[in-house]
């Protein structure tokens, strides 16, 4: 059990815009900055997003985070079939004194 | 070209030590903390421990505090990872990576993950 959330699957079509929610506690996205990764079948994982809404530079503006309160989202928006991957959402947690992170979403393009 | 470079894959049997290891080039080694990520086979990302080659200051998970030793060489800008006794469920892939300078904690450069499997 992950201590933050993210929904297990999501899907879109090319072109589409599709957002993925993270949620967790006054302990972590409440309290620090939200950081996106997504990890391409086989490869390690890339920062998309950190700051909860900074593009590391490379990064296609397509992409895009925001937080409000104890929950965070990132936005992928003109979908492409490479856009195919695991995300995960991470958040220092003050009560654990280190990062956490979210459990994953597989993202399919259709 | 910054990257971190770590090292190749492991099969131990279960009780054995390992040390692996995530060397770093083209950046000033020293000024960036380095953690380590644990992911195992079909699972998600879990933070292990961070350590500091400055000053070899060391934060760990409380899930791995014990079970793991994470330790630098500066001199040749090496940061490692450490079991004193492997057991069956250590199999998993790790990746060091570079916390990047700020309060965010988040990793912008990975190493291209060491296999690490246990199995009698």
């Known amino acids: 059990q992950s201590v933050l959330t993210l929904p297990p699957s999501t899907s879109g079509t090319p072109g589409q815009r599709v957002t993925i929610s993270c949620s967790g506690s006054?302990?972590?996205?409440?309290?620090?900055?939200v950081n996106w990764y997504r990890q391409l079948p086989g490869t390690a994982p890339k920062l998309l997003i950190y700051g909860n809404n900074q593009r590391p530079s490379g990064v296609p503006d397509r992409f895009s985070g925001s937080k409000s309160g104890t929950s965070a989202s990132l936005a992928i928006s003109g979908l492409q079939s490479e856009d195919e991957a695991d995300y995960y959402c991470?958040?220092?947690?003050?009560?654990?004194?280190?990062?956490?992170f979210g459990g994953g979403t597989k993202l399919t393009v259709l | 070209e910054v990257q971190l470079v770590q090292s190749g894959a492991e099969v131990k049997k279960p009780g054995e030590s390992l040390k692996i290891s995530c060397k770093g080039s083209?950046?000033?080694?020293?000024?960036?903390?380095i953690g380590w990520v644990r992911q195992m086979p079909g699972k998600g990302l879990e933070w292990m421990g961070i350590i500091y080659p400055g000053d070899s200051d060391t934060r760990y998970s409380p899930s791995f505090q014990g079970q793991v030793t994470i330790s630098t060489d500066k001199s040749i800008s090496i940061a490692y990872l450490q079991w004193a006794s492997l057991k069956a469920s250590d199999t998993a892939m790790y990746y060091c990576?570079?916390?990047?300078?700020?309060?965010?904690?988040?990793?912008?450069?990975w190493g291209q993950g060491t296999m690490v499997t246990v199995s009698s």
């Open positions: 990576a570079r916390q990047i300078v700020g309060a965010s904690h988040g990793f912008d450069i």
């Open positions: 991470a958040a220092w947690d003050d009560s654990l004194n280190g990062v956490v």
């Open positions: 083209g950046y000033t080694f020293t000024n960036y903390w």
């Open positions: 006054s302990s972590n996205i409440g309290s620090s900055a």
